[in-house]
């Protein structure tokens, strides 16, 4: 089966660092994504990592171990927009993708 | 189209009629995926199609839902009989991806979706 999963609910401080965790068990799994979804809203990508490492875009970096079965989303420089739900997604071998159960982010003043 | 459009955006029904949700999706991505998603829960695989041909329909939850594509474009999902747990927002996402071993990011395009009540 596929499960990946992730805290419910962070919250953050604006202007402060904040990791959303994703811990996964997926057959022929070969990688992980990162979705922002705000309420409301459509999922949009953020990042992937296909290899172990640090991917970074902007204030968002993303980080995978496939030895641990382990990957989180880094938000730097919080800003109240970043206020949203937070998915990570795992692709397995039958080419379909995985969604986490979501860890909803709010930040505060 | 620019990005992918879904039909209707909102549907409320009876239980026990009959629903059509149709995605477009951006025009070349050859993969188109469906997902539902209740409030507040994460998203829910439905079925994924690769061109026309759906390679895993695991995740529809009854025999009462189904789904087609046709010229690698359009797909529709169908729920017959429709129940109230079957309230959600049914999400639909495209990809250029022809298959994991040789997609490049694993990004996905999502539609707004389509919120079905069922009464």
């Known amino acids: 089966g596929q499960s990946l999963e992730q805290p419910s609910e962070v919250t953050a401080v604006e202007g402060a660092i904040v990791q959303i965790n994703c811990t996964y068990q997926?057959?022929?799994?070969?990688?992980l994504s990162w979705y922002q979804q705000h309420d409301g809203g459509a999922p949009t990508f953020l990042s992937y990592?296909?290899?172990?490492g640090l991917e970074e875009t902007g204030r968002f970096s993303s980080f995978l171990s496939r030895s641990d079965s382990y990957g989180y989303l880094l938000l730097q420089e919080l800003q109240m927009k970043d206020s949203a739900s937070y998915f990570c997604?795992?692709?397995?071998?039958?080419?379909?993708?995985?969604f986490g159960t979501g860890t909803r982010l709010t930040v505060i003043p | 189209g620019a990005g992918v459009s879904q039909s209707p955006s909102n549907k409320v029904t009876e239980k026990g009629k009959d629903v059509e949700l149709r995605c477009d999706p951006i025009?070349?991505?050859?993969?188109l995926y469906w997902y539902r998603q209740s409030l507040g829960q994460g998203l829910e695989f439905l079925i994924y199609?690769?061109?026309?041909?759906?390679?895993?329909k695991s995740g529809l939850p009854s025999d009462r839902f189904s789904a087609e594509r046709t010229g690698g474009s359009v797909s529709t999902l169908t729920i017959q009989r429709t129940q109230q747990e079957d309230s959600a927002v049914y999400l639909c996402?495209?990809?250029?991806?022809?298959?994991?071993?040789?997609?490049?990011?694993?990004?996905?395009?999502f539609g707004e979706g389509s919120r079905l009540t069922v009464l």
């Open positions: 997926t057959s022929g799994f070969y990688g």
């Open positions: 199609f690769q061109g026309n041909s759906a390679p895993d």
């Open positions: 025009s070349g991505h050859t993969a």
């Open positions: 997604a795992g692709g397995s071998g039958a080419n379909n993708l995985f």
């Open positions: 990592n296909g290899l172990d």
């Open positions: 996402a495209s990809s250029l991806a022809s298959g994991w071993g040789t997609r490049g990011t694993g990004e996905l395009f």
